[in-house]
C-alpha cells in the first residue's frame, strides 16, 4: 500500500531533478503588461507547473498590490522577478525565443501549437536558455518583438474568438512545458548540434547590417523597412553560432572599409 502511493504521488508530480533544473532554463517574458493582476495571475500559473523564471519588459504598474493578490502564494515568483527596460535587456542569454500570438500574423515565420512549443522549449533549455514572450492585453507583441521570434507560438482557440486572458495563456503554455518534462519528450535535439548566439547578439549584428546596407546605399533609408524584416527572417532561421556570426560581422567591416577607401578615393585625377 506504502509503495503504491509512492508511485502514485510520483507519476502524479515528481519530475526527474535534471528536468526540474530545465524548466527553470525557460523563462516567462511579460511585455508592457497593463493590469498588475495579469502579472500575479501569470506567477501563479506558473509556480504550480514548476517554473520560476519570470521577467517582465516595461510592466505599466508593478510592483503593485493587486498582482501579489492574485499571485496568491506565488508571490516569491514576483519578488525573484527581473524587471527589464528593454527586450534586449530581457532576452540576454537566451538561444531561442518563442512569442506567443492570438492571431497568426502574415508574416512568413514558422509558427507552432503551443505542444509543440513547449517540446521544443524543453527540448533546447538543455543546451541554452529559452524565452516565452507574452504581449499586451490590448494589442499583443509588437511587429519589431515578433521579428526577435524564432517561431510564433499559438494556443489553437475557437478561430471566431481566440483571445486568451494573459494569465491563462501563461497557464497553458507552463502546463505544456510540465507535460513535456513529465514526458522527457525533450531529449531529441532534432537538427539542432549547434550553439547559436543569443538575442543581444543578434541585434548587434542587425544594427551593423543595416548601416552597412546604407553605407553602400542597397538599402534606401526612405523605405527601410521591408528590406530589414526579410533578412531577420532570414538569419532567425538560419540562427548563426559564435564562428559564424564573427565571419558574418568581419564581411561587415571589410565591406565598411573598402566603401571608405573608395569615397576616400579622388574622384578624378588630381592635376590632370
Ligand atoms: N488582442 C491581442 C491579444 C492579447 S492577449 C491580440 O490580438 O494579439 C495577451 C497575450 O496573451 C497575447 O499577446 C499572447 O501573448 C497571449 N495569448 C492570448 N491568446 C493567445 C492564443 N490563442 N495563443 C497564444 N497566445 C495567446
Redesign the pocket.
Known amino acids: 500500500m506504502k509503495r503504491k502511493a509512492a508511485q502514485d504521488s510520483r507519476s502524479n508530480n515528481d519530475l526527474s531533478q535534471k528536468a526540474a533544473g530545465l524548466l527553470q532554463r525557460v523563462r516567462v517574458v511579460l511585455i508592457n503588461t497593463t493590469h498588475p493582476g495579469n502579472i500575479g495571475a501569470a506567477a501563479r500559473a506558473m509556480k504550480v507547473m514548476g517554473m520560476h523564471n519570470l521577467h517582465m519588459v516595461t510592466p505599466m504598474l508593478f510592483p503593485h498590490a493587486e498582482a501579489t493578490a492574485l499571485a496568491s502564494g506565488a508571490d516569491d515568483i514576483l519578488q525573484h522577478a527581473t524587471v527589464h527596460a528593454s527586450l534586449e535587456s530581457a532576452l540576454t542569454g537566451c538561444g531561442l525565443v518563442l512569442g ?4 497568426l500574423r502574415s508574416l512568413a515565420m514558422p509558427q507552432l501549437d503551443a505542444r509543440a512549443a513547449a517540446q521544443k522549449a524543453f527540448a533546447e533549455a538543455e543546451r541554452h536558455d529559452v524565452a516565452l514572450l ?8 509588437t511587429n519589431d518583438e515578433m521579428q526577435r521570434c524564432h517561431a510564433l ?3 489553437p ?1 475557437d478561430p471566431g474568438y ?3 486572458n ?1 494569465g491563462q ?1 501563461v497557464q497553458i503554455l507552463a502546463y505544456e512545458l510540465r507535460i513535456a518534462a513529465i514526458a522527457n519528450a525533450g531529449y531529441s535535439l532534432d537538427a539542432l548540434d549547434w550553439e547559436p548566439v543569443d538575442g543581444n547578439q543578434m541585434e548587434l549584428f542587425y544594427v551593423h547590417l543595416e548601416q552597412t546596407l546604407k553605407d553602400i546605399r542597397f538599402l534606401n533609408p526612405a523605405q527601410p523597412r521591408k528590406l530589414m524584416m526579410r533578412l531577420r527572417r532570414l538569419f532567425n532561421r538560419a540562427r548563426p553560432d559564435q564562428n559564424e556570426m564573427n565571419i558574418l560581422r568581419g564581411i561587415l567591416a571589410a565591406t565598411q572599409t573598402a566603401r571608405e577607401m573608395r569615397d576616400s578615393l579622388p574622384d578624378e585625377p588630381a592635376d590632370g
Open positions: 506567443t500570438s492570438a492571431r507574452f504581449g499586451r492585453e490590448r494589442y499583443g507583441l507560438v499559438n494556443i482557440a481566440s483571445s486568451l494573459l495563456a
